[in-house]
């Protein structure tokens, strides 16, 4: 049986590229979350999650970051190419499905198929 698993390159995972993210990165602001992000030099796009902890209940903290890495897994063409992503989420976030965030952020970049590209 075939994984369907992001690798580990595909995610920010120090907190000094959580860091440069929040410091040089550009803003799209949804309801209940954040998009920043920050051209990188790879090829790739990589995802970054963050929860905040007023969101009580490490379940329902988990169930968020799951849902937001699956959207990214399967619709990498709408969030910005060859770019470092952080997704922090804040109190009021109620989406709870894959499609719906992927409608989200599609929205945030004012585009009718939600493709959110910049040159680099």
């Not at 790739?44 to 902890?53: A, D, K, T």
Request: include cysteine.
């Amino acid at each position: 049986m075939e994984r369907y698993r992001l690798p580990k390159t595909a995610f920010v995972r120090k907190g000094w590229e959580y860091d440069a993210v929040y410091r040089g990165g550009r803003r799209l602001h949804g309801v209940g979350f954040t998009i920043i992000y920050l051209l990188n030099s790879t090829e790739n796009n990589r995802l970054g999650i963050s929860v905040h902890r007023k969101l009580r209940g490490a379940v329902k903290r988990n169930r968020i970051k799951r849902i937001i890495r699956e959207c990214f897994r399967l619709h990498r063409d709408i969030f910005p190419q060859k770019a470092d992503i952080v997704f922090a989420v804040r109190p009021g976030f109620a989406l709870s499905s894959p499609e719906q965030i992927r409608q989200a952020v599609g929205s945030l970049c004012g585009t009718p198929c939600g493709v959110c590209n910049e040159k680099a």
